[in-house]
């Protein structure tokens, strides 16, 4: 298992950045691929970008292209989320998560380890 805590988030506005990070430890972090997913109030967990093992494949959804950057440092055990142009319906709680065997996918379902969490607020 590995052990995820987020960091970076807060509020920002409407146009704004935020770097979230994500420190990992426990297993050897470069055999994981990393994600990030978010969960607004009422609404399901979902995906938002991940990237591969090495960092050589990347993957994001649809509503953050463009804005959001993932990468990692696994020097470091730590993935980041670089999110710019932030927009009011990026207000949600970000989580981070890994999975074993290195393959970027968007399932909530095939992500095995999670962080609590960490909340970012855009205001308008």
């Known amino acids: 298992q590995v052990q995820l805590v987020e960091s970076g988030g807060g509020l920002a506005q409407t146009g704004g950045s935020l770097r979230l990070s994500c420190a990992a430890s426990g297993r050897t972090f470069s055999a994981y691929a990393m994600g990030w997913f978010r969960q607004a109030p009422g609404k399901e967990r979902e995906f938002v970008a991940a990237?591969?093992?090495?960092?050589?494949?990347?993957l994001y959804a649809d509503s953050v292209k463009g804005r959001f950057t993932i990468s990692r440092d696994n020097a470091k055990n730590t993935v980041y989320l670089q999110m710019n142009s932030l927009k009011p319906e990026d207000t949600a709680v970000y989580y981070c998560a890994s999975r074993s065997g290195g393959a970027v996918v968007t399932s909530v379902l095939l992500w095995g380890s999670w962080g609590q969490g960490t909340q970012v607020t855009v205001s308008s």
């Open positions: 990237i591969s093992w090495s960092g050589g494949s990347t």
